[in-house]
């Protein structure tokens, strides 16, 4: 899927008011006579009804943590891919003039993905990884060193990134939709906050993909070896994800 306000409503809880009814005193028999054959049950006051499952809910610890994880490692690897272009554009860019506009492109659609899961920890007081400082430094050393290998790694580079991200995103999307089908069945609201968001993961898988595309477009494959570059990439990418997610 803490947050200062959950995307989900609590269930609203049905309030009956007992009205005291002041009747007229009775003889001293009929008071007699009544309290001996009323029976508990006759006298109790009839119990509230069950409430009805009208909100959202909130969510389960195990629904908390998989959000919390999904922002922590998705701030990271958007602060990962920034600091990867912004090390790969000099030199990229000193040799192939030509690429400067779409780099600029791809860093900056990168920047904003950053921003928005900046924003994101920040509503839902989701800490960041504690890893974010090695994250950086791996980061632009891989950046720097594709970069200055040339367009075709740093291409590549961005190939094996984005197809990692793209397939972790739809993870991703694929968890947070079964959590809304588990509230639906239930008979609960989702509300516009938590749509929201799965539109967000998907337009940013999206424009990942977009990059991915870029990247093959200019000669990714071309890279030597092709095969052993993206492979240690993508294995990088994994063990970045499931420790951020944890750490």
């Known amino acids: 899927m803490a947050s200062p306000r959950p995307v989900w409503h609590s269930l609203h809880h049905g309030r009956r008011r007992l009205l005291a009814q002041t009747a007229p005193r009775a003889p001293a028999a009929r008071r007699l006579l009544s309290s001996s054959s009323a029976s508990p049950e006759a006298t109790a006051p009839a119990p509230p009804p069950p409430p009805k499952p009208t909100g959202k809910l909130p969510l389960t610890p195990e629904q908390q943590a998989l959000l919390s994880a999904a922002l922590r490692v998705n701030q990271a690897g958007e602060l990962a891919a920034t600091l990867i ?3 790969q554009t000099p030199a990229v860019v000193a040799r192939e003039p030509h690429l400067r ?3 600029r492109h791809m860093h900056d659609q ?3 993905h950053l921003q928005t899961f900046n924003a994101l920890l920040a509503r839902h007081r989701v800490r960041p990884t504690a890893l974010y400082p090695v994250w950086s430094a ?3 050393g891989l950046g720097w060193t594709t970069g200055v290998l040339g367009r075709e790694a740093a291409m ?15 993870g991703q999307i694929r968890q947070l939709l079964a959590m ?8 609960h609201e989702v509300g516009g906050e938590f749509r929201a968001l799965i539109g967000t993961l998907r337009r940013i898988r999206d424009e990942e993909l977009e990059h991915l595309d870029h990247a093959v477009q200019h000669d990714a494959h071309k890279a030597q070896p092709h095969w052993l570059l993206t492979g240690v990439i993508r294995a990088g990418c994994r063990g970045a994800i499931w420790v951020s997610e944890r750490v």
């Open 156 to 170: 590549a580079c961005t190939e094996a990134v984005e197809t990692e991200i793209g397939g972790h995103y739809n």
């Open 101 to 103: 506009p779409l780099m």
């Open 180 to 187: 809304v089908g588990e509230w639906e069945a239930g008979g």
């Open 110 to 112: 990168e920047a904003a």
């Open 85 to 87: 272009y912004t090390a």
């Open 138 to 140: 791996l980061a632009t």
